[in-house]
């Protein structure tokens, strides 16, 4: 009964909540031992002494993952914050800053991510690639500061790719159409390719192209309305030449290319300058479910590539593995600012004909990075495992910033003054009323190691370290009416620590096993940029003008879990305590259109992570699932006045973090012979819940969600007051599939989002609100049709 074991795997998949591993089946004759490599060697993933999720090359088909928003749907604790196409942030365990947006450059992601062996996590935008011929996707919970350093303070996430096979002839395709509920239609082609290059070589290849249905519809000047503005598509490949240089030498030169390009973005606003109830001189309008005021079209990019080198070479009694990775990726992030911008023009007296004038932001990041790690394993059978390496990396990231807004200096002399525009502009651009050129040089050497003594048959301990020493160099230059002046001004930070952990594991008996484990993590610190203090009001200038850099954040993490299984039944859990010092918070910075990160002394996060699954026959599987969580400040900060700062309050929620997050899920297999010889039918259905949260600390506070804008415009006021409710609603999501699998042939019928449920994922205020007032939004009911074939 192959199609059984497969559909129990995936079942387990669909489930919000698995502690450990998925497809963690009492290990009967039809489950698959899954090896893993969460520790830097490889071991089956029920053996390895704390909370890790893989989800299979199986359970991505099958859930039709194509993203890593997809795979948290199936993974506890693993948190996604969708800013849009390629921009979503990570969180693992509640550990979360809150809401990291593009023009905060110098923040560090809190989750690390890796491909394989190199690293691509980079502060909001990790590459989000295709999924198609992975062999797994790791879910690492818990710091992971020994192993894999900074970045990881949370956890880690870790694509693991098919590698080429020596002597083996194989390819896949797959062919997918689907259809959005009042939006447009997507679909993809992928497949794969691995073919012997002699005795001792291999190449693989992997290709893709998907088209993202579009589902926001975008209002504009004069009654006009574009449908379904943010779609998109995602392209690229992976070569991989596998080389057995001899019996201990094994090669693997890999490049990776994607590109990622969306027409706009998931944002379904609440108010517009532009767009708002209150006009009288301007059509009065009230915006609705997934639609926005447009006056320039909107788009995102990322053109990503990765280079790779993984040698490995074994001795005797030690194996010895070299990782070399570059990357380069370019960036554009372009938005229609020009609500922000005719904000602005407001308070500064502007004509209206000037408040209208289109204005584009336009970010763009162009990263490269090289990394080089090189470590010793252990190989023998002795009472003691062993590893220990070192890590190298050095990252230049230039971030730039640029308003073109056609006509604006003339305004500007003609409001403010003759010449006004040109002393404000140095040397950038004409009409482009903030301009900005961030470099950043960013260079780390780490050492670390772990070793496991084997106590006896049923006891082990763990003990791991890690040395890191951290350098970064930031420069600034600004330009602009709109901005503060800064030209060629440097700010250091540096940083050295160590991190340990300590893990033990005790098997109890046949069915269970226990493990506990104390571990550190951290993430690096920075400066913060400038406020556009020309946009700023005196209140909110004197309140964030002095948060000037931030330190290192550092956690330390207690967990135990238990690990049981039997004929039929599994159950997986575990719970731990955070213990979080220096949490760096990121905050609006009101009316300053700028976002600054501060240090929190104190804050915690503790939780339950569990898992229940029953094969109840051959052909029917179900399971329960979910995480139980409290993420909050156990410290006060107040502004200079005694205030409390933006709801940093002891006993207020961390943001972007669910209380509960629930699921259940089955699986049924039957014979489906009248479709051919050995055809079998399956179907499989899913639930989701996932609870309220908040998406910035102030968001809890009492009356934050009442937003005056302050502006007369278009015949509004100002003072007319727009309520939104600022703690994003708790979801359910339902999915449904059904299909027939032929042995090398599998097609599949789905429906996403069965409800269609519009969810409020995350909370969009442009200049503190005074602005622009939106949500971001999940993909509508989407139904489709997969078909697979392998050779």
Same mark, same amino acid.
């Given at each position: 009964?192959?199609?059984?074991?497969?559909?129990?795997?995936?079942?387990?998949?669909?489930?919000?909540?698995?502690?450990?591993?998925?497809?963690?089946?009492?290990?009967?004759?039809?489950?698959?031992?899954?090896?893993?490599?969460?520790?830097?060697?490889?071991?089956?993933?029920?053996?390895?002494?704390?909370?890790?999720?893989?989800?299979?090359?199986?359970?991505?088909?099958?859930?039709?993952?194509?993203?890593?928003?997809?795979?948290?749907?199936?993974?506890?604790?693993?948190?996604?914050?969708?800013?849009?196409?390629?921009?979503?942030?990570?969180?693992?365990?509640?550990?979360?800053?809150?809401?990291?947006?593009?023009?905060?450059?110098?923040?560090?992601?809190?989750?690390?991510?890796?491909?394989?062996?190199?690293?691509?996590?980079?502060?909001?935008?990790?590459?989000?690639?295709?999924?198609?011929?992975?062999?797994?996707?790791?879910?690492?919970?818990?710091?992971?500061?020994?192993?894999?350093?900074?970045?990881?303070?949370?956890?880690?996430?870790?694509?693991?790719?098919?590698?080429?096979?020596?002597?083996?002839?194989?390819?896949?395709?797959?062919?997918?159409?689907?259809?959005?509920?009042?939006?447009?239609?997507?679909?993809?082609?992928?497949?794969?390719?691995?073919?012997?290059?002699s005795d001792a070589a291999a190449l693989?290849?992997?290709?893709?192209?998907?088209?993202?249905?579009?589902?926001?519809?975008?209002?504009?000047?004069?009654?006009?309305?574009?449908?379904?503005?943010?779609?998109?598509?995602?392209?690229?490949?992976?070569?991989?030449?596998?080389?057995?240089?001899?019996?201990?030498?094994?090669?693997?030169?890999?490049?990776?290319?994607?590109?990622?390009?969306?027409?706009?973005?998931?944002?379904?606003?609440?108010?517009?300058?532009?767009?708002?109830?209150?006009?009288?001189?301007?059509?009065?309008?009230?915006?609705?479910?997934?639609?926005?005021?447009?006056?320039?079209?909107?788009?995102?990019?990322?053109?990503?590539?990765?280079?790779?080198?993984?040698?490995? !070479?074994? !001795?005797?009694?030690?194996?010895?593995?070299?990782?070399?990775? !570059?990357?380069?990726?370019?960036?554009?992030?372009?938005r229609d600012a020009s609500a922000l911008?005719?904000?602005?023009?407001?308070?500064?007296?502007?004509? @209206?004909?000037?408040?209208?004038?289109?204005?584009?932001?336009?970010?763009?990041?162009?990263?490269?990075?090289?990394?080089?790690?090189?470590?010793?394993?252990?190989?023998?059978?002795?009472?003691?495992?062993?590893?220990?390496?070192?890590?190298?990396?050095?990252?230049?990231?230039?971030?730039?910033?640029?308003?073109?807004?056609?006509?604006?200096?003339?305004?500007?002399?003609?409001?403010?003054?003759?010449?006004?525009?040109?002393?404000?502009?140095?040397?950038?651009?004409?009409?482009?009323?903030?301009?900005?050129?961030? @470099?950043?040089?960013?260079?780390?050497?780490?050492?670390?190691?772990?070793?496991?003594?084997?106590?006896?048959?049923?006891?082990?301990?763990?003990?791991?370290?890690?040395?890191?020493?951290?350098?970064?160099?930031?420069?600034?230059?600004?330009?602009?009416?709109?901005?503060?002046?800064?030209?060629?001004?440097?700010?250091?930070?540096?940083?050295?620590?160590?991190?340990?952990?300590?893990?033990?594991?005790?098997?109890?008996?046949?069915?269970?096993?226990?493990?506990?484990?104390?571990?550190?993590?951290?993430?690096?610190?920075?400066?913060?940029?400038?406020?556009?203090?020309?946009?700023?009001?005196?209140?909110?200038?004197?309140?964030?003008?002095?948060?000037?850099?931030?330190?290192?954040?550092?956690?330390?993490?207690?967990?135990?879990?238990?690990?049981?299984?039997?004929?039929?039944?599994?159950?997986?859990?575990?719970?731990?305590?955070?213990?979080?010092?220096?949490?760096?918070?990121?905050?609006?910075?009101?009316?300053?259109?700028?976002?600054?990160?501060?240090?929190?002394?104190?804050?915690?996060?503790?939780?339950?992570?569990?898992?229940?699954?029953?094969?109840?026959?051959?052909?029917?599987?179900?399971?329960?699932?979910?995480?139980?969580?409290?993420?909050?400040?156990?410290?006060?900060?107040?502004?200079?006045?005694?205030?409390?700062?933006?709801?940093?309050?002891?006993?207020?929620?961390?943001?972007?973090?669910?209380?509960?997050?629930?699921?259940?899920?089955?699986?049924?297999?039957?014979?489906?012979?009248?479709?051919?010889?050995?055809?079998?039918? !399956?179907?499989?259905?899913?639930?989701?819940?996932?609870?309220?949260?908040?998406?910035?600390?102030?968001?809890?506070?009492?009356?934050?969600?009442?937003?005056?804008?302050?502006?007369?415009?278009?015949?509004?006021?100002?003072?007319?007051?727009?309520?939104?409710?600022?703690?994003?609603?708790?979801?359910g999501l339902g999915f449904l599939s059904?299909?027939?699998?032929?042995?090398?042939?599998?097609?599949?019928?789905?429906?996403?989002?069965?409800?269609?449920?519009?969810?409020?994922?995350?909370?969009?205020?442009?200049?503190?609100?005074?602005?622009?007032?939106?949500?971001?939004?999940?993909?509508?009911?989407?139904?489709?049709?997969?078909?697979?074939?392998?050779?």
């Open positions: 009964m192959k199609q059984t074991r497969i559909l129990s795997s995936t079942a387990m998949a669909l489930v919000l909540g698995a502690t450990m591993s998925v497809p963690a089946l009492a290990q009967s004759d039809e489950t698959e031992v899954i090896v893993v490599t969460a520790t830097k060697r490889e071991q089956a993933i029920q053996d390895v002494p704390f909370s890790l999720n893989a989800q299979t090359e199986d359970d991505i088909q099958r859930t039709g993952a194509d993203s890593i928003e997809d795979i948290a749907r199936n993974v506890a604790s693993l948190s996604i914050q969708n800013l849009g196409p390629g921009q979503s942030q990570v969180s693992i365990r509640g550990v979360s800053a809150g809401q990291i947006v593009r023009d905060q450059p110098g923040v560090k992601e809190q989750v690390g991510v890796y491909l394989d062996e190199s690293v691509i996590s980079l502060s909001l935008f990790t590459p989000d690639f295709d999924l198609y011929d992975l062999n797994r996707v790791e879910t690492l919970r818990g710091p992971q500061g020994t192993l894999f350093g900074s970045g990881s303070i949370g956890g880690t996430v870790r694509y693991i790719t098919n590698q080429p096979a020596i002597g083996e002839h194989s390819a896949s395709a797959e062919a997918e159409l689907n259809t959005v509920a009042d939006g447009g239609e997507g679909g993809h082609l992928k497949g794969m390719v691995n073919v012997p290059m693989r290849l992997v290709g893709y192209h998907t088209n993202y249905a579009g589902y926001i519809d975008a209002l504009g000047e004069g009654g006009s309305r574009d449908e379904d503005v943010n779609s998109g598509s995602r392209t690229g490949f992976r070569a991989a030449l596998g080389l057995e240089l001899s019996d201990t030498v094994r090669i693997t030169p890999r490049i990776i290319y994607q590109e990622t390009e969306a027409d706009g973005f998931n944002r379904q606003e609440r108010f517009n300058l532009f767009a708002n109830p209150f006009t009288t001189t301007r059509p009065a309008i009230q915006l609705e479910e997934r639609e926005q005021y447009l006056l320039l079209g909107e788009e995102f990019s990322d053109e990503t590539m990765l280079a790779d080198v993984t040698a490995e !070479f074994s !001795f005797d009694g030690v194996d010895l593995t070299s990782v070399t990775s !570059f990357t380069d990726r370019e960036i554009l992030v372009s911008t005719g904000s602005v023009s407001v308070d500064l007296g502007y004509p @209206d004909a000037a408040v209208t004038l289109p204005s584009n932001l336009r970010d763009t990041t162009d990263v490269s990075q090289f990394t080089q790690e090189i470590r010793l394993a252990s190989t023998t059978d002795g009472d003691v495992d062993w590893i220990v390496g070192a890590f190298y990396s050095d990252v230049d990231r230039e971030y730039a910033q640029r308003l073109p807004t056609p006509g604006y200096d003339a305004f500007t002399d003609a409001t403010l003054g003759a010449g006004t525009a040109a002393a404000t502009n140095g040397s950038f651009p004409a009409d482009s009323p903030y301009s900005a050129d961030l @470099d950043y040089s960013i260079e780390q050497i780490a050492i670390f190691g772990e070793a496991t003594w084997y106590a006896t048959d049923r006891f082990n301990l763990t003990f791991g370290g890690r040395w890191y020493d951290f350098d970064e160099v930031r420069t600034i230059s600004q330009g602009g009416l709109f901005s503060s002046g800064f030209d060629n001004v440097e700010d250091t930070t540096s940083s050295d620590g160590f991190n340990a952990r300590l893990i033990g594991s005790y098997e109890l008996n046949d069915t269970v096993t226990l493990n506990a484990q104390a571990s550190q993590g951290f993430r690096l610190g920075g400066v913060n940029d400038p406020l556009n203090s020309t946009l700023c009001t005196t209140e909110d200038e004197a309140i964030f003008g002095g948060f000037q850099d931030y330190d290192d954040e550092t956690l330390w993490n207690y967990e135990a879990g238990i690990k049981a299984q039997r004929n039929g039944w599994t159950f997986n859990a575990a719970v731990f305590h955070n213990e979080i010092d220096d949490l760096q918070v990121t905050l609006d910075a009101g009316s300053c259109s700028s976002r600054i990160t501060f240090n929190v002394p104190e804050a915690h996060s503790t939780g339950v992570e569990f898992e229940y699954s029953y094969q109840m026959t051959d052909n029917l599987f179900v399971a329960f699932a979910g995480t139980i969580l409290e993420a909050e400040f156990d410290t006060t900060v107040v502004d200079g006045t005694g205030a409390v700062l933006a709801g940093i309050e002891s006993g207020n929620r961390l943001a972007s973090t669910p209380e509960v997050m629930l699921s259940a899920s089955m699986a049924y297999t039957f014979d489906a012979s009248w479709a051919g010889s050995g055809a079998e039918g !399956f179907f499989t259905a899913s639930y989701q819940h996932v609870g309220g949260q908040f998406t910035q600390p102030s968001d809890q506070v009492d009356g934050a969600g009442t937003f005056v804008s302050g502006l007369p415009f278009g015949g509004a006021s100002g003072a007319d007051g727009t309520w939104v409710d600022l703690e994003l609603d708790p979801y059904a299909g027939l699998d032929w042995g090398d042939t599998q097609l599949t019928l789905f429906v996403d989002n069965v409800m269609d449920e519009n969810v409020n994922t995350s909370f969009d205020r442009e200049r503190g609100g005074r602005a622009r007032l939106g949500f971001r939004t999940n993909q509508p009911r989407t139904i489709g049709i997969n078909i697979r074939k392998q050779y």
